[in-house]
T-cell receptor, first 115, second 116 residues
Framework: DTAVSQTPKYLVTQMGNDKSIKCEQN?????MYWYKQDSKKFLKIMFS???????INETVPNRFSPKSPDKAHLNLHINSLELGDSAVYFC??????????????FGPGTRLTVL | AQKITQTQPGMFVQEKEAVTLDCTYD???????LFWYKQPSSGEMIFLIY??????QNATEGRYSLNFQKARKSANLVISASQLGDSAMYFC?????????????FGAGTRLAVHP
């Protein structure tokens, strides 16, 4: 009973390629997120969707395009991959709540390596 | 400006002893939340404990407790009776309100090593 799942777990690809990472949650949450964790383990939010609507869009190159077909799914497509895109990408989900306890549940991560 | 600061890149503790991992934060919003996550070497992010800014008591969850000092803007994680399985990266995070929604800002993390 995986709460937040991501595919693939590992992704190795060449510079310049286009790739996608998929995320699904079965928790019934309204909000989903993409985070990037760099080689120094620093974790930073990239995007967030609430019920298929983009609500957070941090300073991310426009080669990164999230898509949410429904509130249980959030995909990340990356065009023209660069060496600096190598990182672990985490998907997360939470109940939407304006000012209350709002734990985020994380997926297992996708380790992207760009050669 | 850094909003979440974890000043200890690495910590060591002897098995069965207690350890405190430091976290300070910066916000002008009266309503915020503080989280601690654990990331073992396998890579997953595991939620440990939460403290709301209006909570009167320090949060506790099993061997984890949060030493919340609001005036000093600190939210240190205390792990009692350390176990070998506690060896991991630990991240402090703050929930930052954003137009009715929330986002988490993470600190740089502290790597904890528990020695037998």
């Amino acid at each position: 009973d995986t709460a937040v799942s991501q595919t693939p777990k590992y992704l190795v690809t060449q510079m310049g390629n286009d790739k996608s990472i998929k995320c699904e949650q079965n928790l019934g949450h309204d909000t989903m997120y993409w985070y990037k964790q760099d080689s120094k383990k620093f974790l930073k939010i990239m995007f967030s969707y609430n019920n298929k609507e983009l609500i957070i869009n941090e300073t991310v190159p426009n080669r990164f395009s999230p898509k949410s077909p429904d509130k249980a799914h959030l995909n990340l497509h990356i065009n023209s991959l660069e060496l600096g895109d190598s990182a672990v990408y985490f998907c997360a989900s939470s109940q939407i709540a304006a000012s209350s306890y709002n734990e985020q549940f994380f997926g297992p991560g996708t380790r992207l390596t760009v050669l | 400006a850094q909003k979440i600061t974890q000043t200890q890149p690495g910590m060591f503790v002897q098995e069965k002893e207690a350890v405190t991992l430091d976290c300070t934060y910066d916000t002008s919003d009266p309503s915020y939340g503080l989280f601690w996550y654990k990331q073992p070497s396998s890579g997953e992010m595991i939620f440990l404990i939460y403290q709301g800014s209006y909570d009167q008591q320090n949060a506790t969850e099993g061997r984890y407790s949060l030493n919340f000092q609001k005036a000093r803007k600190s939210a240190n994680l205390v792990i009692s009776a350390s176990q070998l399985g506690d060896s991991a990266m630990y991240f402090c995070a703050m929930r930052e309100p954003l137009g009715g929604y929330n986002k988490l800002i993470f600190g740089a993390g502290t790597r904890l090593a528990v020695h037998p």
